[in-house]
């Protein structure tokens, strides 16, 4: 039976991963080592084995997210996260992730945003990446918001950013115009420290 | 969600990605200080084993007890360290709960010392986790069970039926109660014997009525005697059924239970059958209804435990046996119908139809085989064969699941009674050993008095070892109770009020030791004839135990024995019987000691009745404590 196969073949598979030396990663990162500690300690209890991966990664994220569902955007930031793309997220990529993201430069950040936005990887943000992108986001805040948000929002506000970011209108934004436009915008930049982190 | 907090700060951090597309700024964060001793260490000393984990981990769970600031009640300064005074193997599944966020429950452990240890926690037995949290249910269910039987019969010793209607009803329900219903017990259970015995014999054939040739059964030949018989019969069961029926204390619910319906049915055919004519038509009728007697049988199911139990087995296994049903219904109708395509060209078959093949798939399946009906082409021996084979799979699958249940509900059926029966020993012989321990308690305090009148009246004593802290206060505070309840001072004759070996049936109910003849009038009068002395010499009573004054009561005994002399006119000590008693029951005062020793019966209230002259005959059932009105 295929369910019983499969059970042996997880039973077999239980990898065991074991990070680099906690010094290594001081010095890829920009945590202390204490912080390292802290993190890894808690990275390991969700996770005996050392491996995030993605479905794991979704059940995290939907905690955070009671009201709506957060599958589609966990799957996007997994993919960011997941830098060589093998399906699972490594406490170091965990580690340089996050360390981009709350003790990175504007720049590096800016760089993290595009490479969520763009999908598939190519250097390019089209209009439809950007529309799923939008849509998780949206999904995220579920039905019950108030205002209740129509189905035409998503679809909305990415002709409105697209507005803002396609200067030379050719239906793509690459990275360049990405980050040009977001350093103009003082929103954005303002916006962009909010989320740093002391652990 | 306190499980990842750990995550949050990657949460926070992947919502950068919102950041350009908001067509808003960001609200500001909230303001963040290092919090001190966030992964800070905290030792918890459980009966001396000791656990240590992060503070982080505890306060995963802020409405438990170690969670909470409620630990702090249980902080060591000097060894700075949680003290837990509780079981550390069972302490180590509550820790592992705020370390994984689940909750296991071990098999080797005590449901009920595994609750209790949840209870004090602060942790609700429902986030047991599900790889335990059915076998923690079983358990608890059967703990529960256990409980309720106990209960149950424990209430229905000392329940005592009021009224003739209550009573009757016990004695139906609970023949060992009194001999009169053992007595109807087992008169009725031999009268439904002689009615089933009759019902068998009136058909076997008995030999010809003398003057004629034809073979009669017996049930013809002796018509009368076998008239009279069930008329008796049903003469005893009507009035049983009309007895049962004035006792019950719910009249509609009785008249429609299964034993009751039996009963009914088993009687019925009888009446009809006077009521009905020697009609010939009828007569058919008739006769078909003394099939119904054979339900007679069925009164035996409250005579019989097993009987019982085996009804309820049949019960509690419908699904199982509708299974069975079902499954040999569908087989029987598919291999009836085989079975008959099968033989259907055979010349003078039996297989005429497809209900007439059902008669053969039954006999096969079941392993029968009567052989009246056999198939003759090779096809249908092929599947009688089949048939067979699959019969005894079909019908050995349901059988265990419902022997098990039975066997399940026999034996615990069997160690309830067993429960029942060794409680009796059980509960005896946990009261001698509470007399020992009462009266070596008693003992105890009484050297500790005797040791500090000694003291106060200057007399050398030995070396003997001191009560400790507790135990002297305890005696003291005993004492300080007999203060208050002894009887009046006058009172010489009486013996000291104290506490005595129990000698109380464990209800409760006294039962006095000896009674001392009641001169009572005459001593009383004596003290009464000194009134002067008694009023004034009250407190200098020798070696009273009690000094009764309302201003009294608080009053240190010692400084009313410091200048009495050693007058033991009453000093009867353990072997103190009760102050005889006069138009009054004993009640009870049980103070709460190590043991229950009740004290012995405030006859305070007889007391007092013959300190003053008037004869308060207090009937004083229920006083518990009475101040003395001199």
Redesign the interface.
């Given at each position: 039976m295929p369910v019983e196969n499969e059970i042996d073949d997880l039973e077999m598979q239980v990898m065991r991963y074991k990070p680099e030396g906690i010094d290594e990663l001081v010095r890829n990162t920009k945590f202390t080592k204490k912080e390292l500690q802290i993190m890894y300690r808690g990275f390991k209890q969700e996770c005996p084995t050392g491996l995030v991966n993605e479905d794991a990664f979704k059940e995290i994220y939907a905690q955070f997210f009671p009201q709506g569902d957060s599958s589609a955007y966990a799957h996007y930031v997994f993919n960011v996260f997941d830098a060589d793309h093998n399906g699972t997220i490594s406490f170091e990529e965990f580690v340089i992730g996050l360390s981009v993201l709350s003790r990175g430069s504007l720049n590096e950040k800016l760089m993290w945003a595009f490479k969520l936005y763009d999908i598939n990887g190519d250097g390019y943000i089209t209009k439809e990446e950007m529309l799923d992108i939008v849509k998780a986001i949206y999904d995220m805040m579920g039905k019950y918001a108030d205002p209740p948000i129509s189905e035409n929002a998503p679809g909305d506000h990415v002709e409105r950013v697209f507005q803002k970011m396609d200067k030379n209108r050719d239906g793509v934004v690459t990275i360049d115009e990405f980050m040009e436009t977001c350093k103009n915008d003082e929103n954005i930049t303002k916006s962009m420290s909010v989320f740093d982190t002391i652990l | 969600?306190a499980?990842?907090?750990?995550?949050?700060?990657?949460?926070?951090?992947?919502?950068?990605?919102?950041?350009?597309?908001?067509?808003?700024?960001?609200?500001?964060?909230p303001l963040?200080e290092?919090q001190k001793g966030e992964?800070e260490k905290l030792g918890i000393n459980v009966s001396g084993r000791r656990f240590e984990t992060w503070r982080n981990t505890l306060e995963k769970y802020p409405d438990t007890l170690l969670g909470s600031p409620e630990r702090d009640f249980f902080y060591d300064d000097e060894t700075k360290e949680y003290f837990f005074d509780r079981d550390p193997d069972i302490f180590r599944h509550i820790l592992n709960f705020y370390?994984?966020g689940k909750l296991h429950y071990p098999k080797s452990e005590c449901i009920s010392a595994y609750d209790e240890e949840l209870a004090f926690f602060g942790i609700m037995p429902d986030i047991i986790g599900d790889c335990c949290y059915e076998d923690y249910k079983d358990r608890k269910r059967e703990n529960a069970e256990r409980l309720m039987d106990d209960q149950v019969s424990e209430a229905g010793d000392t329940v005592q039926p009021m009224t003739l209607r209550e009573k009757m009803w016990r004695a139906f329900e609970d023949p060992h109660t009194s001999t009169l219903a053992l007595v109807f017990y087992y008169v009725t259970g031999f009268f439904i014997a002689v009615s089933v015995m009759a019902n068998v014999v009136e058909t076997v054939p008995c030999g010809p009525k003398p003057g004629k040739t034809e073979n009669l059964p017996c049930g013809e030949r002796y018509a009368l005697a076998f008239f009279c018989l069930d008329t008796a019969c049903v003469m005893i069961f009507t009035a049983e059924y009309l007895l049962r029926l004035f006792a019950a204390p719910n009249r509609c619910l009785f008249m429609r239970s299964v034993m009751s319906i039996i009963d009914v049915v088993a009687i019925l055919p009888y009446y009809i059958g006077l009521g009905i004519t020697d009609n010939d038509d009828v007569s058919g009728a008739f006769v078909t209804l003394r099939v119904f007697r054979v339900f007679r049988i069925f009164k035996f199911s409250r005579h019989s435990q097993g009987l019982r139990i085996l009804g309820y087995t049949l019960k509690s296994c419908a699904s199982e046996l509708g299974f069975l049903l079902f499954s040999l219904t569908m087989a029987i109708i598919i291999f009836a119908t085989v079975m008959f395509y099968a033989e259907k060209n055979v010349a003078s078959t039996k297989f005429t139809s497809i209900p007439a093949a059902f008669w053969y798939t039954i006999v096969t399946m079941t392993t029968l085989g009567y052989g009246d009906m056999v198939p003759d082409t090779w096809a249908g021996k092929i599947v009688g064969g089949i048939c067979s084979l699959s019969g005894v799979l079909v019908i050995a699958l349901p059988v265990p699941v419902i022997v098990s249940n039975f066997s399940r509900i026999y034996h615990q059926n069997q160690r309830a009674d067993k429960r029942k029966a060794q409680k009796q020993a059980r509960l005896a012989r946990i009261r001698i050993a509470k007399n020992a321990s009462g009266a070596h308690f008693i003992n105890k305090k009484k050297k500790e008095q005797d040791r500090e009148d000694k003291i106060k009246q200057g007399i050398d004593i030995e070396e003997e070892p001191k009560d400790s802290r507790f135990e002297s206060q305890h005696h003291h505070l005993l004492r300080c109770l007999e203060n208050t309840t002894g009887p009046d001072l006058h009172a010489r004759y009486i013996k000291d009020r104290e506490f005595v070996e129990m000698e109380y049936t464990y209800n409760g109910l006294a039962a006095p030791k000896a009674q001392s003849s009641p001169p009572t009038p005459s001593p009383s009068q004596s003290s009464q004839g000194n009134p002067v002395e008694s009023s004034c010499c009250s407190r200098r009573r020798g070696k009273y135990q009690f000094a009764r004054s309302v201003s009294d009561t608080g009053q240190e005994l010692n400084d009313i024995q410091i200048a009495v002399p050693n007058k033991t006119s009453s000093k009867t000590h353990l072997n103190a019987s009760e102050p005889p008693k006069i138009n009054s029951t004993n009640t009870t005062v049980t103070t709460s000691a190590i043991i229950t020793t009740p004290t012995p019966g405030t006859t305070s209230d007889t007391e007092e009745s013959m300190m003053t002259v008037s004869t308060t005959t207090s009937p004083g059932n229920s006083n518990i404590v009475r101040i003395s009105t001199l």
């Amino acid at each position: 039976m295929p369910v019983e196969n499969e059970i042996d073949d997880l039973e077999m598979q239980v990898m065991r991963y074991k990070p680099e030396g906690i010094d290594e990663l001081v010095r890829n990162t920009k945590f202390t080592k204490k912080e390292l500690q802290i993190m890894y300690r808690g990275f390991k209890q969700e996770c005996p084995t050392g491996l995030v991966n993605e479905d794991a990664f979704k059940e995290i994220y939907a905690q955070f997210f009671p009201q709506g569902d957060s599958s589609a955007y966990a799957h996007y930031v997994f993919n960011v996260f997941d830098a060589d793309h093998n399906g699972t997220i490594s406490f170091e990529e965990f580690v340089i992730g996050l360390s981009v993201l709350s003790r990175g430069s504007l720049n590096e950040k800016l760089m993290w945003a595009f490479k969520l936005y763009d999908i598939n990887g190519d250097g390019y943000i089209t209009k439809e990446e950007m529309l799923d992108i939008v849509k998780a986001i949206y999904d995220m805040m579920g039905k019950y918001a108030d205002p209740p948000i129509s189905e035409n929002a998503p679809g909305d506000h990415v002709e409105r950013v697209f507005q803002k970011m396609d200067k030379n209108r050719d239906g793509v934004v690459t990275i360049d115009e990405f980050m040009e436009t977001c350093k103009n915008d003082e929103n954005i930049t303002k916006s962009m420290s909010v989320f740093d982190t002391i652990l | 969600m306190a499980a990842v907090a750990a995550w949050l700060p990657f949460a926070r951090a992947a919502a950068i990605g919102w950041v350009p597309i908001a067509a808003n700024p960001m609200p500001a964060p909230p303001l963040q200080e290092r919090q001190k001793g966030e992964d800070e260490k905290l030792g918890i000393n459980v009966s001396g084993r000791r656990f240590e984990t992060w503070r982080n981990t505890l306060e995963k769970y802020p409405d438990t007890l170690l969670g909470s600031p409620e630990r702090d009640f249980f902080y060591d300064d000097e060894t700075k360290e949680y003290f837990f005074d509780r079981d550390p193997d069972i302490f180590r599944h509550i820790l592992n709960f705020y370390r994984t966020g689940k909750l296991h429950y071990p098999k080797s452990e005590c449901i009920s010392a595994y609750d209790e240890e949840l209870a004090f926690f602060g942790i609700m037995p429902d986030i047991i986790g599900d790889c335990c949290y059915e076998d923690y249910k079983d358990r608890k269910r059967e703990n529960a069970e256990r409980l309720m039987d106990d209960q149950v019969s424990e209430a229905g010793d000392t329940v005592q039926p009021m009224t003739l209607r209550e009573k009757m009803w016990r004695a139906f329900e609970d023949p060992h109660t009194s001999t009169l219903a053992l007595v109807f017990y087992y008169v009725t259970g031999f009268f439904i014997a002689v009615s089933v015995m009759a019902n068998v014999v009136e058909t076997v054939p008995c030999g010809p009525k003398p003057g004629k040739t034809e073979n009669l059964p017996c049930g013809e030949r002796y018509a009368l005697a076998f008239f009279c018989l069930d008329t008796a019969c049903v003469m005893i069961f009507t009035a049983e059924y009309l007895l049962r029926l004035f006792a019950a204390p719910n009249r509609c619910l009785f008249m429609r239970s299964v034993m009751s319906i039996i009963d009914v049915v088993a009687i019925l055919p009888y009446y009809i059958g006077l009521g009905i004519t020697d009609n010939d038509d009828v007569s058919g009728a008739f006769v078909t209804l003394r099939v119904f007697r054979v339900f007679r049988i069925f009164k035996f199911s409250r005579h019989s435990q097993g009987l019982r139990i085996l009804g309820y087995t049949l019960k509690s296994c419908a699904s199982e046996l509708g299974f069975l049903l079902f499954s040999l219904t569908m087989a029987i109708i598919i291999f009836a119908t085989v079975m008959f395509y099968a033989e259907k060209n055979v010349a003078s078959t039996k297989f005429t139809s497809i209900p007439a093949a059902f008669w053969y798939t039954i006999v096969t399946m079941t392993t029968l085989g009567y052989g009246d009906m056999v198939p003759d082409t090779w096809a249908g021996k092929i599947v009688g064969g089949i048939c067979s084979l699959s019969g005894v799979l079909v019908i050995a699958l349901p059988v265990p699941v419902i022997v098990s249940n039975f066997s399940r509900i026999y034996h615990q059926n069997q160690r309830a009674d067993k429960r029942k029966a060794q409680k009796q020993a059980r509960l005896a012989r946990i009261r001698i050993a509470k007399n020992a321990s009462g009266a070596h308690f008693i003992n105890k305090k009484k050297k500790e008095q005797d040791r500090e009148d000694k003291i106060k009246q200057g007399i050398d004593i030995e070396e003997e070892p001191k009560d400790s802290r507790f135990e002297s206060q305890h005696h003291h505070l005993l004492r300080c109770l007999e203060n208050t309840t002894g009887p009046d001072l006058h009172a010489r004759y009486i013996k000291d009020r104290e506490f005595v070996e129990m000698e109380y049936t464990y209800n409760g109910l006294a039962a006095p030791k000896a009674q001392s003849s009641p001169p009572t009038p005459s001593p009383s009068q004596s003290s009464q004839g000194n009134p002067v002395e008694s009023s004034c010499c009250s407190r200098r009573r020798g070696k009273y135990q009690f000094a009764r004054s309302v201003s009294d009561t608080g009053q240190e005994l010692n400084d009313i024995q410091i200048a009495v002399p050693n007058k033991t006119s009453s000093k009867t000590h353990l072997n103190a019987s009760e102050p005889p008693k006069i138009n009054s029951t004993n009640t009870t005062v049980t103070t709460s000691a190590i043991i229950t020793t009740p004290t012995p019966g405030t006859t305070s209230d007889t007391e007092e009745s013959m300190m003053t002259v008037s004869t308060t005959t207090s009937p004083g059932n229920s006083n518990i404590v009475r101040i003395s009105t001199l």
